[in-house]
Nanobody
């Protein structure tokens, strides 16, 4: 059974930093586009950042310049470095693994990030 396990969430003051990790198992990690999504209360889940198999990245406008996504294929892990956090970044953050060619997509269980003002 495929597993994506997020860690690194927590409570931080505005302006602070957190680093999220997502460890994957039972998939060929290097073949998947990896993404971080977030969902705030009462809002739809939205894409925060994604990284392709080749290492290309894209970010939502709201986090560009503050967040950095990276991957370590040797460790089957994707990271999200979050700097200059704002209260509006408060949400549950989900890791996603997506492989379009096989129409496979997997989700982690989510990790809570709370930014206090």
């Amino acid at each position: 059974q495929v597993q994506l396990v997020e860690s690194g969430g927590g409570l931080v003051q505005a302006g602070g930093s957190l680093r999220l990790s997502c460890a994957a198992s039972r998939i060929i990690f290097s073949l998947y586009v990896m993404g971080w999504y977030r969902q705030a209360p009462g809002k739809q889940r939205e894409l925060v950042a994604a990284i392709t198999t080749g290492g290309s990245t894209n970010y939502s406008d709201s986090v560009k310049g503050r967040f950095t996504i990276s991957r370590d294929n040797a460790k089957d892990t994707v990271y999200l470095q979050m700097n200059s956090l704002k209260p509006e970044d408060t949400a549950v953050y989900y890791c996603n693994a997506d492989r379009i060619i096989t129409r496979q997509t997997f989700w982690g269980q989510g990790t809570q990030v709370t930014v206090s003002s």
